[in-house]
């Protein structure tokens, strides 16, 4: 199935990453100036880490992290196919609001300990539906036993006004400890002549929904369109989010510590960029694609610089390790049943991502976190 109605950006579909990137910048500006006050506590922060994925403060013999993290607008995916297929997804999309602290969390080297639940209502109705209420309880125990965290507590607000009748808005935040402090990873061993190896997604993730939801709209079959025999479009979306931390935990283990690590999320492969070295980073493997974002692109009419600088593609994590570790890292991950590629390599030169089969370049100017 080829589409022949216009390109679907997802400014179009309503998130512009232009005018949310700048408030970002300010925020982080503010925080920074508050670290100083962990010194009242006898505590310091780990500079290195404001602008990364987690932050991360030195409380004497180990490092502690943490994240919160919102799952967005992927609820709305499994509502409509509830009504459609009479059946809740809600067990998936508990993993995919925890992998979106814990994925986040494991980039700067911890070990997730505690996971904390925000589970938003737009009224105490939600919390009515059986079924659906635990599934998404099942779902998140299932998950935490999974990166084996403790479920510390959570909230359960109804916000009647704020959030839509009949939805939820549900966030995770994540403390962890990097101990011992040898396998912080902010980026200060990251430099040319390391391997870049890619960790394979498991679907869309939980990024890029807003895009997908758009898109549902122009299909005849909307969510019900199949993708692949015997599966729709709307299952594939609600495919769980890929939990990484049992790969970054069995690397350790293995007496492997990576230089650097980016969860690929917002902005597509731009994250590859994340860290603000002056470093080229190479790809010669391009993963293959999952069937639902490859079906997204050709449905939304996008190139591949669109659809790589929006989502992730096929690759859901890329660990920067050094280049004798690279094989041996991807074969950890396959045994934690992540496929992997030993997909890249960095080099001296200008801040540059070139995906060179795909012929895309991205430059500093491509992205805009710090």
């Not at 602008?51 to 991360?56: L, M, P, Q």
Request: glycine content about 10%; hydrophobic content about 45%; some cysteine.
């Amino acid at each position: 199935m080829t589409s022949t109605a216009a390109p679907l950006t997802y400014d179009q579909a309503g998130v512009n990453y232009d005018l949310i990137d700048p408030l970002k910048i300010t925020a982080q500006r503010a925080a920074a100036a508050t670290g100083a006050h962990l010194g009242a506590h006898g505590f310091t922060e780990v500079a290195a880490s404001r602008g990364e994925s987690a932050y991360v403060v030195d409380v004497g013999p180990f490092y502690m992290a943490s994240i919160v993290e919102c799952l967005g607008t992927k609820t709305l995916v499994a509502d409509e196919m509830a009504k459609l297929m009479g059946k809740s997804f809600f067990a998936g999309i508990a993993q995919d609001t925890i992998a979106m602290a814990i994925n986040d969390l494991i980039t700067v080297g911890a070990t997730p300990l505690v996971v904390q639940a925000y589970w938003a209502a737009g009224g105490s109705d939600w919390f009515g539906d059986a079924q659906r209420a635990q599934a998404l309880v099942a779902g998140w125990k299932a998950a935490c036993d999974t990166c084996q965290v403790a479920w510390g507590g959570g909230e359960t607000p109804a916000l009647a006004g704020i959030v839509e009748e009949g939805r939820i808005d549900l966030a995770a935040s994540c403390t962890g400890l990097i101990n011992p402090k040898e396998r912080l990873s902010v980026g200060d061993k990251l430099g040319a002549g390391d391997a870049i190896v890619l960790l394979a997604s498991s679907g869309i993730h939980a990024n890029g929904l807003s895009l997908a939801r758009k898109l549902a709209e122009r299909l005849p079959g909307g969510y019900l369109t199949e993708i692949e025999p015997g599966v729709t479009y709307g299952e594939a979306l609600l495919a769980p989010t890929a939990l990484y931390s049992p790969v970054t935990e069995a690397l350790w283990k293995a007496g492997i510590a990576p230089h650097y690590c980016a969860n690929i999320t917002g902005h597509g492969w731009r994250k590859l960029l994340r860290h603000p070295s002056q470093l080229t980073y190479r790809i010669h493997t391009v993963p293959p694609k999952t069937a639902v974002l490859e079906f997204i692109q050709q449905q939304a009419g996008q190139d591949d610089r669109e659809a790589y600088s929006t989502l992730n593609m096929g690759a859901g994590f890329a660990i920067f390790v050094k280049a004798e570790d690279a094989e041996r890292t991807a074969q950890i991950s396959r045994e934690c049943g992540i496929e992997a590629w030993v997909a890249g390599s960095v080099e001296a030169g200008g801040k540059q991502l070139l995906i060179e089969p795909l012929g895309i370049r991205f430059s500093e100017d491509d992205l805009h976190l710090r």
